[in-house]
């Protein structure tokens, strides 16, 4: 098999950078190459569809630069083939004295984001939009939507395909050699030759990595959040996106209520070490993936550094009723009988050895090579924006 281009992964950030490059350069062959028998089955599968706006982004970085200029490419695509999409906006809800700086600080982010009629109100207006919450303050975010990422990306693989590129599902990567002539990705289906090889592998990103990259100490982290959804009776209690202020202590947004595209009202999630790089749920297991984990240095500074709130994560995880007391802060109407169990996801979280988390996206390059190192969330969101990224690095080397 010989490609221009291979990419390895086919979730939403793979299938985005296909579809730019093919945009582009619609004469170069393109190959995506994935372990699973079809597209988006982990990361991009699996999140709540939120089009995110960008506010809470540090101004300038790349993850508020790409998903303000993503949400617009977002938008103009869903539109141009028919995604069902809504821009519903969001609050983002202080319930405590102590959360009001935060939510201001966010305020400021917003606004130096460039996001224009997002704004602070008060409980009256706050109980207008969403009478069942309750609060003492809140931002509203209008910009903020929802979609089904996996129907983006389904729209992603089709174009591409109609460009002549193709998709080989069902063949995980065993190694990728590098040579003057090219590049070899070798699978458990077949050896793929190419000049470019671009890592779009989500939560094995590091392992594709360190295939040509050896001496990569960043490592992937693997965190479940965990859903609960609105019964059908109580779903009137919540009618759009409702977060609360963020912990800016701790690197996730805490639980809240999302609107989904498809129907019903999801709650969560929390965020739990998974036990295995694709562990979605509480019992499964891959022993040599977890002592991995628990053995990299950087797991360790950051579990000694954030103990006491992965502690109350876990608990949560294994108490419906600590679940519904932290949803109750936002909704008190919400009781046990409110909810039932519903999806997980699994995020990828780069963090290098002395435990700091890698807070923006990531590319690391060499001969042949470009790894996307990490891409969380707003990746899904910033989809064609970090696209473009990689397909300009691409098609600089032809």
Not at 113 to 129: A, C, H, K
Not at 173 to 179: F, P
Not at 181 to 188: I, W, Y
Not at 300 to 325: H, M, N, P, T
Request: positive net charge.
């Amino acid at each position: 098999m010989k490609y221009d281009i291979t990419i390895i992964g086919a979730g939403i950030v793979g299938l985005a950078t296909a579809f730019q490059i093919s945009e582009r350069r619609p004469d170069l062959k393109i190959v995506i190459i994935d372990k699973e028998d079809g597209a988006a089955r982990h990361q991009t599968g699996h999140n709540s569809g939120v089009i995110h706006s960008g506010i809470y982004y540090k101004p300038g970085g790349s993850k508020a630069v790409n998903c303000r200029k993503g949400y617009q490419y977002l938008l103009g695509f869903a539109r141009r083939h028919g995604i069902r999409h809504e821009i519903c906006g969001k609050l983002i809800v202080a319930t405590r004295e102590s959360e009001l700086p935060q939510l201001d600080e966010i305020y400021r982010r917003g606004q130096a984001n460039g996001l224009e009629g997002i704004r602070i109100i008060e409980p009256g207006e706050l109980r207008e939009l969403e009478p069942h919450v309750q609060a003492l303050r809140a931002i509203l975010v209008p910009q903020a939507g929802i979609i089904s990422y996996s129907e983006v990306a389904a729209k992603y693989l089709e174009l591409v395909q109609e460009r002549n590129g193709r998709a080989l599902f069902g063949a995980p990567v065993l190694d990728i050699s590098i040579t003057r002539q090219g590049a070899v990705v070798h699978t458990a289906q077949a050896e793929v030759h190419s000049e470019l090889v671009i890592n779009c592998a989500g939560l094995y990103s590091d392992k594709i990595t360190r295939m040509t990259m050896p001496e990569t100490e960043i490592k992937i982290l693997p965190f479940r959040g965990e859903y609960y959804g609105l019964i059908p009776e109580k779903q009137y209690l919540v009618n759009n996106l409702v977060y609360p202020t963020p912990n800016p202590s701790f690197p996730f947004l805490g639980v809240h209520f999302t609107r989904m595209i498809g129907g019903g009202v999801e709650a969560g999630p929390n965020a739990v070490l998974a036990f295995k790089r694709e562990g979605y749920s509480r019992w499964d297991i891959n022993l040599a993936e977890l002592l991995e984990t628990l053995s990299f240095p950087g797991f360790r500074a950051i579990a000694k550094r954030y103990w006491r709130d992965g502690l109350d994560e876990f608990y949560r995880s294994y108490s419906k009723a600590a679940f519904v007391k932290a949803l109750q802060r936002l909704v008190p109407e919400i009781d046990a009988g409110s909810l039932h169990r519903g999806n997980a996801g699994v995020r990828a979280m780069a963090c290098d050895k002395a435990g700091n988390l890698i807070d923006e996206f990531l590319f690391l390059e060499r001969d042949r090579v470009i790894n996307v190192c990490n891409a969380p969330s707003p990746a899904a969101t910033a989809s064609l924006a970090i696209g473009e990224t990689v397909a300009d690095k691409a098609i600089a080397r032809f």
